[in-house]
């Protein structure tokens, strides 16, 4: 039809209320009525293009303010110069929303979202919703307004990895024994690797891992943190094929954690498959960024390098990340732990493979984590390629890891302490971590856990705390003062008592934690009368004075 044709004009509206035919509204043309004014349309028809056009006009002002710009065209059924002008309208219309209008209604979400700048005081609810991070504002050249940061305490961070070889073998065993005796940390890591077999089916069906697996891991591990005598709550667990990660705080720190993010970083076929990889999740415990690795990378001992790339891409998972977080090297407790597959570059041509094994059957085996006394096994962590990438690959990163002082963790026979004969012995089970504001307390491995091929590797780092001029008195409330550790087990103090002790048996030096040493280097080390059991001796580290 002639679209200039007077005819095909549509006639203005009299009712009152109405605010114009681009609005719409409960006045809107009848079927009854457009048929009456000679619309030939089937009635289905014009039914359905009107409820097609008032929807879209309801869903095009919820989103951007103003009506569908295709509606006068829906409802007629063809376009004429009045569509035209109305068209032009509601663009103009529609770029004003954009530019004054939007920028308010977001701030008022991000208000009640938790996630605005005037909302830092709801760290609990921009953790759940995935706010924007606080520490983002931390970086070089920030406002003037910003909060400072300041130390308010310590923080303890166990970090655990063990590749379980696609079987549950965490099932029976008593995992206090990797977790230690130290204490309850306020932050426990466990990664492990492998939680399923590596068979392409499961690498193409389980992509996220096996839930039904991670549960029952996560029940063994609560049972033992609740054994060792620690309230901790679930931060986050996630899975990649058979890689795990699950984080754990005590429970009084669980109000000041928020901003909880998580990124999978797929290394296997080329970046297609998890079998191979880095799972992460990272975190603000009051004011210190905590960021959380879990890799299982390449295999073999030519593919140092690849493995290498393979870690460097883990550290770029959360850029692009919205809202943005700091980059994972730039937190302030940054930690990587797993199967990093490390292998020996032994000299070709040489018996130094039978040198290392036989040095692994003669060293002494006491200690707890498999210490391996004075092993002549320690000569070989020259040829460790972890330790000849360190210029190359993790000094220019910041990452560093601690004196190794355990037998290699991989390749053991099931169920016994031996290695096996068919693979070269390695330290393939590692845990680095940023070198700034960060100490190493211990790094061990766990002989007590045989039912992997793998030796679990543990490590206790202690960092500290960060936080605005308010948060030390928040943290003291939240976390009470603790015991710090008891000199003596039951077996030392029984042996004080034994028969033929002296009246007066010393404390061995060793006893006394590190953290003690200045206070208790000066004084005669303390001393239990021989059977006098009444007279046990436990030492306590109550704001810093050390009393008996």
């Given at each position: ?225 609740r054994a060792g005598g620690g309230d901790y709550v679930k931060v986050r667990g996630l899975g990649m094929v058979g890689i795990f990660l699950l984080v754990y705080v005590r429970a009084p ?38 960021c959380f690795f879990c890799v299982h990378l390449e295999s073999g001992v030519q593919r140092n390098e690849q493995r290498m790339v393979q870690l460097a891409d883990a550290f770029r998972c ?127 491995s766990v002989r007590e856990l045989r039912n992997s091929d793998h030796r679990p590797v543990a490590a206790l780092l202690e960092a500290t705390l960060l936080g605005g001029p308010s948060d ?77």
């Amino acid at each position: 039809q002639d679209a200039s044709s007077s005819d095909d004009r549509p006639k203005p509206r009299s009712k009152a209320g109405c605010s114009g035919d681009h609005q719409p509204c409960d006045h809107q043309p009848s079927v009854a009525s457009a048929a009456a004014a000679g619309d030939t349309r089937p009635v289905l028809r014009r039914m359905l293009q009107e409820l097609w056009a008032d929807q879209g006009d309801r869903v095009s002002t919820q989103y951007t303010g103003a009506p569908s710009i295709m509606s006068r065209l829906l409802r007629q059924g063809y376009a004429s110069n009045f569509t035209i002008l109305e068209k032009s309208w509601q663009g103009i219309n529609r770029a004003y929303q954009a530019s004054f209008q939007d920028s308010q209604r977001q701030e008022s979400i991000d208000l009640l979202l938790g996630q605005g700048r005037a909302s830092s005081d709801l760290p609990a609810l921009r953790g759940a919703t995935g706010g924007r991070s606080a520490s983002m504002e931390r970086s070089p050249g920030t406002t003037a307004g910003e909060v400072p940061r300041s130390p308010v305490g310590k923080l303890t961070v166990w970090v655990g990895t063990w590749n379980v070889n696609g079987r549950e073998a965490w099932d029976g065993a008593d995992l206090r024994h990797w977790l230690g005796a130290e204490g309850a940390p306020d932050v426990v890591v466990f990664c492990l690797q492998e939680m399923v077999g590596l068979s392409a089916a499961n690498i193409v069906m389980l992509q996220n891992g096996d839930e039904a697996r991670q549960s029952h891991f996560e029940a063994e591990a609560q049972r033992a943190l609740r054994a060792g005598g620690g309230d901790y709550v679930k931060v986050r667990g996630l899975g990649m094929v058979g890689i795990f990660l699950l984080v754990y705080v005590r429970a009084p720190l669980v109000p000041m954690i928020r901003d909880v993010r998580i990124a999978r970083v797929r290394s296997g076929v080329y970046g297609a498959a998890g079998n191979k990889g880095t799972v992460a999740v990272r975190f603000e415990l009051l004011q210190t960024s905590l960021c959380f690795f879990c890799v299982h990378l390449e295999s073999g001992v030519q593919r140092n390098e690849q493995r290498m790339v393979q870690l460097a891409d883990a550290f770029r998972c959360f850029e692009g990340a919205y809202p943005p977080v700091l980059a994972a090297l730039q937190h302030d407790v940054c930690v990587v732990a797993g199967d990093l597959n490390i292998r020996l570059d032994l000299p070709k041509g040489s018996d130094a493979d039978e040198h290392l094994r036989a040095a692994l059957k003669t060293a002494d085996s006491g200690g707890r984590g498999g210490g391996g006394g004075e092993g002549a096994w320690r000569a070989f962590l020259q040829y460790d390629q972890l330790y000849a990438s360190i210029p190359q690959h993790l000094k220019p990163v910041g990452m560093i890891e601690g004196p190794i002082a355990f037998p290699p963790t991989y390749r053991y026979v099931l169920g016994s302490d031996e290695h096996d004969s068919l693979r070269a012995p390695a330290w393939c089970d590692r845990v680095l971590y940023r070198a700034v504001g960060t100490r190493l307390r211990e790094y061990r491995s766990v002989r007590e856990l045989r039912n992997s091929d793998h030796r679990p590797v543990a490590a206790l780092l202690e960092a500290t705390l960060l936080g605005g001029p308010s948060d030390r008195g928040v943290l003291e409330d939240a976390v009470p003062q603790r015991k710090a550790s008891i000199l003596f087990d039951e077996q030392e103090l029984r042996s004080c008592g034994g028969p033929g002790a002296s009246p007066m048996t010393p404390v061995r030096a060793g006893a006394v934690p590190k953290t003690w040493a200045a206070l208790v280097a000066p004084q005669e080390p303390p001393a239990i009368r021989g059977g006098d059991m009444a007279h046990l001796c436990t030492v306590f580290e109550w704001d810093g004075i050390l009393s008996r």
